[in-house]
């Protein structure tokens, strides 16, 4: 299929994050996400990852350096957040967690339920709409999050270790549910990982960072052809670019 990536939706310039306790998270970070791209952040524990992505989704501002969306502000509706832990409000069930987004921005609520509805089946939980969410097992309750972000259509999807606390198997089947959402509503993806082999697997270009300060040290593509699925993951071509951003990240690690 064509990835072809557009103009950027979001760009940081010389983008500098000290929280108020006076750690130097980021300094001096540039980047800019193409439209339709699938981005991953790489790096040790503490390299800013987070923070970068925080700031993208408007959660908290940089302390110095500018951040352009391409729309202009961060309106509802525009970007998607999904966390390491899928945040379910346990006292509603499913349909209504990914109704929420929808019902906060004023859509009547036949049309929130059938929107929401439909997101829970595009993610492969249609008949779980009425399940709370103890019922769910770990990569369910991560489905119906990533159902809850993309409710609402937005252009930019953050992704912050959505995956880390799953099983291997579970974790897999995740990122290929992810990719077949990723190609067929072409929302541009920005991912947090520390795992080389999901950023290799995922994305069309990887982003290392390194920490103290955390900055961006090395910026990769990775030129396979989507759909990616088995066929990729035990391919002489995966295992070269895993060779090649695990060299990246060593590097990341040792400067
Ligand atoms: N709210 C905060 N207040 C103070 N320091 C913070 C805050 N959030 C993060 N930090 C610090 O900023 C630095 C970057 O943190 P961040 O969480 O962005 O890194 P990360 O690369 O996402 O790490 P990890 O992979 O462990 O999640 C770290 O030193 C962290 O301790």
């Not at 929401?116 to 097992?137: H, I, N």
């Not at 974790?171 to 990982?193: G, M, S």
């Not at 990887?206 to 910026?219: C, F, K, L, S, T």
Request: a positive charge.
């Amino acid at each position: 299929m064509d990835v072809g990536v557009g103009a950027p939706v979001v760009s940081l310039a010389g983008v500098t994050k000290r929280y108020a306790n006076g750690t130097l998270a980021v300094r001096g970070v540039d980047m800019a996400i193409g439209q339709g791209d699938f981005v991953s952040l790489l790096g040790p524990s503490g390299c800013g990852k987070s923070t970068v992505l925080r700031m993208m989704a408007g959660l908290i501002p940089p302390s110095a350096g500018r951040i352009e969306m391409a729309s202009g502000g961060h309106a509802t509706g525009d970007v998607g957040f999904v966390f390491q832990e899928p945040t379910l409000a346990p006292w509603s069930n499913a349909l209504k967690n990914v109704m929420l987004p929808l019902r906060l921005a004023g859509v009547p609520k036949p049309e929130a339920e059938a929107r929401a509805a439909a997101a829970l089946a595009s993610v492969g939980l249609a008949g779980f709409e009425k399940s709370y969410p103890r019922a769910l097992s770990g990569g369910m309750k991560m489905r119906v999050s990533i159902a809850r972000a993309l409710v609402t259509k937005p252009r930019l999807l953050l992704m912050d270790e959505p995956f880390a606390a799953l099983d291997e198997i579970t974790r897999h089947k995740l990122n290929n549910d992810l990719l077949t959402l990723w190609e067929a509503e072409r929302f541009t993806a920005i991912f947090v990982t520390h795992s080389v082999f999901e950023s290799v697997y995922l994305s069309r270009r990887i982003v290392v960072m390194a920490a103290r300060p955390g900055r961006v040290v090395e910026d990769l593509s990775v030129d396979a052809p989507y759909p990616r699925g088995e066929v990729f993951r035990t391919s002489a071509a995966y295992a070269a670019h895993c060779r090649d951003i695990s060299a990246a990240l060593s590097r990341a690690m040792g400067e």
